[in-house]
């Protein structure tokens, strides 16, 4: 029988090899409790929404990555197609755009802010 030491996901273990009848045969040797796979991280908490009144609509990010720059301002009035915003993604800058005619009630997103997808930038109504 040898005994090898081998090493498993940066665990090392202790193994004997025994030839039956032509083919290895393995045993292991070392008693070690496996280690606990390691726990989920908290998810991220969800940005805070702004309370509004009247008809308004939220915008939110389709793609992660950095508010690049903000070229809309709040109260100011946009065109269905009008660039709100530019972030960019994979060095690829992605413009958002108001889906509609109305107003801009609040901006969320600030330049430079890192962004997942889902999240908040901008309410118009």
């Not at 202790?14 to 030839?19: A, F, R």
Request: charged letters at 20%.
């Amino acid at each position: 029988m040898k005994k090898y030491q081998v090493v498993v996901n940066g665990e090392t273990f202790e193994v004997e090899i025994e030839e039956v009848a032509g083919a290895p045969a393995v045993k292991a040797v070392s008693d070690e409790p496996k280690a606990d796979p390691p726990q989920p991280k908290a998810p991220k908490p969800a940005a805070r929404k702004p309370v509004l009144t009247g008809a308004a609509h939220e915008v939110t990010s389709p793609l992660p990555g950095v508010i690049l720059n903000i070229l809309a301002q709040e109260g100011q009035p946009v065109h269905s197609g009008d660039v709100v915003l530019v972030i960019e993604a994979m060095k690829m800058e992605n413009e958002i755009v108001a889906p509609g005619n109305g107003t801009i009630q609040s901006l969320v997103a600030k330049k430079g802010d890192s962004i997942q997808a889902g999240d908040l930038l901008f309410v118009w109504g």
